[in-house]
DNA sequence: CTGAAAGCGCTTACAG
DNA sequence: CTGAAAGCGCTTACAG
């Protein structure tokens, strides 16, 4: 077994107390008994048991990060190990662990969501996604576990505490950079149609196309979710449209390129035919061909952020629930056209 | 206060060592008695503190997942989520919780890891990496704590748990490919030279040039750590050879794409004049232009077989150290042409 | 300045 | 079939 303050104690003469005072560095120990008693615990290789110490103290010093289906679709999206890499910086710096979520389904992660705080497993959660009418969400907020969520919770937003991009304003101005190029046939292709991400940036591209009196029409919206599995039959439909649009908006540099390809495949140039944009700025969207408009959306800044405010929670209860907008700004490449 | 053993037992009526075998499901305990605690439980919603549970079991349920660099580099090469994705998978199926480094030095990480080792803070431990001389895993060999490696040992490689790809043969079989083309002049950019895996990848490179005849030049030889912040630079300088190269094996997709990219600006084509090949088969390298032929080295399995060798250590420690070999597979697309 | 005792929330021989 | 007691490895009032 390993080495106990028990072992430590008998080894220096002194009682298990007493080395836990030195341990906590207790300014009521006189140096000497600090000094011996630090000998012995290097000598003899002590560390103390993390689980007896949180146990008695009622923390653990652990995060946990709950992300939307971890064992499939979060991981094939650039965007987690980005704001996973805010994440473990910040909480890497405040002594905290990571707690990873492996849930694949929808009630999994509840599950686990329930157990991890009911079972005292986490001191505060990073909730990575928000959708509509999430029932993590609900369980959370009725809880008293300090949590942080990365975007706009649907409801009730001022009483949560959540790091968020203005997503309608920089969907709008995105549209508007379009716009101003000439382009008035725009597409969306958007992430699942029930995460506020979604919703806030297709409302975005409504109000662009409102205050440039640019009809609204529905045939140009395609959202992740309903086209799963058909994504080049639902481009090739998209551009099939009686006026196809001239340019594109799509939620994700991989999903950008991912249109790109379709498009050549049916011989439409890019940005000669038409213009397309992405988001997220992906490192290697720099060097791909052609070198693709974005939306840099600081998602690194965006863990850091939700992790800042969880632990803020989670050193002062009383900390009222806080929000913090992150920036977001578009890089023009050479993805988009003037028409 | 969260409800604890001994308010269910109040509540129940019952002693808490009862509550205690109805969580373990005792048969010793009569099924009237088990059917009232657990209607309390319900009732009370009642949880087991995962802490107090683990501190008397000597267990955590977590794994430890230690990455090289975590806070920079690991999550820009997209190898990580995929391993990650595996590693989650099997965790979940087997009721574990993944704990992740933090650390950004290789200090830090060694730090990291004689905590959660001393500190008992996890079960067992899968390294992500295998790189030469490493202390790290030399700490893990000395400690008795289960662990295993995703990629192959340095030394002693017998006496520790690993999976791997056969990466001296799947290298091999790559440069072959090339040949067989008709290329004789061709150029390597690996990963960091004190990586193992890209030590066994040189070795396939070398090996197949020895076996047709064709003499080595370390100028065709291009490592990342090297060439750091100077990517551009070493490339053109590559191609400014003598002799340059009509083939380029990368280690990744994404550096063979930042490879094109630099290329393409130096009026060289792909695959016209120079052909490339990737490693990891990324989901987007079939969309982008040239499609890129890789090879598939299947980072899914290589994570869950890991796993799964931690797992089996953990659960009989006496199960002797194993080795799995993961299957490798050379996909062509359209980055290669014959001469 | 230091120690003995109680306690954190569980589990598990030992007794009955 | 169930309970009282001891113990997992720590911390922290309370006493001295």
Redesign the interface.
Known sequence: M?ITIKDVAKQAGVSPATVSRVIADNPRISTKTKQKVREVMKTM?Y??????R??VANK?Q?LGVIMEN???LA??N?F???V??GI??Q??DSQY????S???TQE?IYQEV??MV????VDGIILLYSKVEDPVLAYLSESSLPFAVVGRPDKNSQSVSYVNNNNIQTAKETVEYLIELGHQHLAFVGGASDFVVSIDRLEGYKQALREHQIPFDANYIVNQDVIEGNERESIRRLMAHEVPPTAIVTHDD?VA??V???L?DLEIGVPEDVSIIGFNNH??S????PPLSTVDISIYELGLHATELVLEKITDESTPPKQVVVASRLIERGSCRRL
Request: aromatic share 12%; proline share 6%; glycine share 10%.
């Open positions: 390993a290789g560390y103390p048991n993390f689980q007896a949180n146990l653990t652990t971890s064992a499939t991981f094939q650039p987690f190990p980005e996973l890499r473990s910086t909480a890497h662990g990571l707690y990873l492996t849930g694949a999994e329930v157990e009911q079972g005292r497993r991989m390129y991912e790109i390809g379709y050549e490192t290697i720099k060097h791909l061909k």
